[in-house]
């Protein structure tokens, strides 16, 4: 398991390690110089004459980017060159190897125009950030901006569009500049110019294709601002065993797919839809027929067996041609509202399903808040697996203990608006707290709280905290909360506990928004229909 630390637990795990006599620091170094240059070595495995240069910090950092630096030109035949941020003292091992082997160095206090910098970037096909990492300190030194800001310009002013003749303007052919050749960045550990316990990030940070972190995951890899700098995330164990008291201990961790692989309900080939689940989905209004849709089949696409839609009558007509699948069970309602008047329609049917979704399309009629009390107040009697959404979190919102008076381990699926509504804070502020904000109320609310966003939180009653990987555009757009309400309902239809659902739905749909952006081609067109077919595509991912 991934775990997520801060800086100060990270450094004191090395120093643990390291007493413990269980690994040296500097065979720590040696082994993460390793994981960035297999990493970079294969990266440029078909490339032809590749050129590497290496961004070396004072610290260990730029520890790790010579020794990544040499393997690398050991392994390989690619042009490796390294620029000194300050000069290294003589005594440094890692220093001396590069030296032995005849790489060429150049240093900052040398190159006074940035000339040479801004060359050795440019000419690279790979950038090495090993300048700072973890070790950043905020605001940036003047010349340490300097730096940053000469590198920056180097990546990106000195790019050239390609065309293979000349400029064809054509309405079904833009003038988009059809290649930007510029070099790829991996980040040693964090990208410089990020704090990476906060993600708080300076303006001229080094913005990184990819970054290579150790031992564990750092928070502020995935708050943003900064989160936005990091590319795709890779962790190098570099040894160090999981079980280690220091790291078992955490209870924060990266949601990857070896975990929600493991989650996957089973599909006995005797099942019926009994044997998968049924599912009773409470949603739509006159004025939101669409969400009731989307979640039913998303619970569909989860793998459930039944799937019962209770709305309105005008949500039922207007989708039941387009949705075959789903069975319907029209409920009173008052100018296509759900009112009171349908609760002991609802009571007698809940004995029959596995599970229970509340809120997608329902709007924020006072009726419906009405039946939204006088429901919960009766389902003490009735207990069944509860998944509470959009509106019906936006109606317990304007309640004095509306969270609270959910059943516990109920799976809520905020948005910041409305976390922001349910918490009485500002939105801005809600954005800033994310982490002790979801921890905290699940702990106060004794709920599972689904925290959407660039990488989700979901946080239990009991203080874990996992966060999804996934940070893409294609999930930010109307109706794609709808289809991750639906993919819970339908896993825990299926028997898993509350919060495994919420695990595995969070990473199911994540994935399948990144898969249907990459069918696109951009997660700029992408609609909540899309991220829905998607759905079946990221279970394959995860299955083969």
């Given amino acids: 398991m991934v775990k997520i630390v801060s800086v100060e637990k990270i450094r004191q795990i090395e120093a643990s390690v390291d007493s413990s006599g269980l690994m040296s620091y500097s065979t720590m170094m040696e082994n993460a110089g390793l994981a960035v240059a297999r990493h970079v070595l294969n990266r440029l495995?078909?490339?032809?004459?590749?050129?590497?240069?290496?961004?070396?910090?004072?610290?260990?950092?730029?520890?790790?980017?010579?020794?990544?630096?040499?393997?690398?030109?050991?392994?390989?035949?690619?042009?490796?060159?390294?620029?000194?941020?300050?000069?290294?003292?003589?005594?440094?091992?890692?220093?001396?190897?590069?030296?032995?082997?005849?790489?060429?160095?150049?240093?900052?206090?040398?190159?006074?125009?940035?000339?040479?910098?801004?060359?050795?970037?440019?000419?690279?096909?790979?950038?090495?950030?090993?300048?700072?990492?973890?070790?950043?300190?905020?605001?940036?030194?003047?010349?340490?901006?300097?730096?940053?800001?000469?590198?920056?310009?180097?990546?990106?002013?000195?790019?050239?569009?390609?065309?293979?003749?000349?400029?064809?303007?054509?309405?079904?052919?833009?003038?988009?500049?059809?290649?930007?050749?510029?070099?790829?960045?991996?980040?040693?550990?964090?990208?410089?110019?990020?704090?990476?316990?906060?993600?708080?990030?300076d303006t001229n940070t080094i913005h990184a294709d990819e970054t290579i972190t150790f031992i564990a995951a750092k928070t502020g890899l995935f708050e943003f601002p900064g989160a936005a700098a990091v590319g795709d995330l890779h962790i190098a164990t570099i040894g160090i065993p999981d079980n280690l008291p220091e790291v078992a201990g955490e209870k924060s961790a990266v949601l990857t797919s070896f975990h929600v692989h493991a989650l996957l309900p089973d599909r006995p080939l005797d099942g019926n839809k009994g044997t998968f689940g049924k599912i009773l989905i409470v949603a739509g209004s006159a004025n939101y027929i669409g969400a009731a849709g989307l979640s039913a089949m998303s619970a569909y696409r989860s793998g459930a067996g039944l799937v019962t839609v209770a709305a309105p009558q005008t949500v039922i007509t207007a989708l039941s041609a387009?949705?075959?699948?789903?069975?319907?069970?029209?409920?009173?309602?008052?100018?296509?509202?759900?009112?009171?008047?349908?609760?002991?329609?609802?009571?007698?049917?809940?004995?029959?399903?596995?599970?229970?979704?509340?809120?997608?399309?329902?709007?924020?009629?006072?009726?419906?808040?009405?039946?939204?009390?006088?429901?919960?107040?009766?389902?003490?009697?009735?207990?069944?697996?509860?998944?509470?959404?959009?509106?019906?979190?936006?109606?317990l919102s304007q309640l004095e203990n509306g969270v609270s008076s959910l059943p516990p381990n109920t799976i809520i699926t905020p948005h910041p608006g409305e976390m922001a509504r349910l918490t009485h804070s500002p939105v801005p502020e809600v954005m800033r707290h994310r982490w002790r904000l979801a921890v905290q109320k699940a702990q106060e609310w004794q709920q599972i709280v689904l925290l959407k966003g660039a990488h989700t939180l979901i946080a239990a009653p009991d203080g874990r905290l996992f966060v999804?990987?996934?940070?893409?555009?294609?999930l930010a757009t109307a109706g794609t909360g709808d289809v991750l309400a639906g993919l819970i309902a339908g896993f825990l239809g299926q028997g898993m506990k509350p919060y495994d659902a919420a695990l595995l739905a969070s990473y199911v749909h994540g994935l399948a928004g990144t898969l249907a952006a990459a069918e696109l081609g951009s997660g700029r067109s992408v609609i909540a229909g899309d991220v829905l077919e998607s759905i079946a595509a990221a279970f394959s991912r995860l299955t083969h």
């Fill in 322 to 395: 387009r949705f075959l699948e789903p069975t319907w069970l029209p409920l009173p309602d008052s100018q296509g509202s759900i009112i009171s008047e349908a609760l002991p329609l609802l009571l007698d049917e809940l004995p029959n399903y596995d599970a229970l979704l509340l809120g997608p399309g329902w709007g924020r009629a006072l009726a419906t808040q009405h039946f939204l009390i006088e429901l919960l107040q009766a389902f003490p009697s009735h207990p069944i697996p509860l998944i509470v959404d959009a509106d019906a979190l936006n109606l």
């Fill in 468 to 474: 999804s990987p996934f940070k893409t555009d294609a």
């Fill in 45 to 201: 495995k078909s490339h032809p004459n590749p050129r590497v240069t290496v961004l070396v910090g004072s610290g260990n950092n730029g520890g790790d980017g010579l020794v990544a630096g040499r393997i690398i030109a050991q392994q390989s035949a690619a042009l490796v060159r390294f620029y000194l941020l300050k000069p290294r003292v003589p005594t440094d091992p890692n220093f001396s190897a590069v030296q032995d082997v005849r790489l060429p160095i150049a240093h900052a206090t040398d190159d006074h125009d940035g000339r040479v910098l801004r060359n050795m970037v440019s000419s690279a096909d790979v950038v090495i950030d090993a300048l700072f990492g973890i070790g950043i300190r905020l605001p940036l030194q003047p010349e340490v901006a300097r730096v940053f800001r000469i590198v920056n310009q180097a990546l990106h002013d000195d790019q050239q569009p390609t065309h293979r003749e000349g400029m064809l303007i054509s309405p079904t052919s833009p003038t988009v500049q059809e290649s930007l050749q510029r070099p790829w960045v991996i980040a040693v550990d964090c990208p410089s110019g990020l704090d990476c316990d906060t993600g708080a990030l």
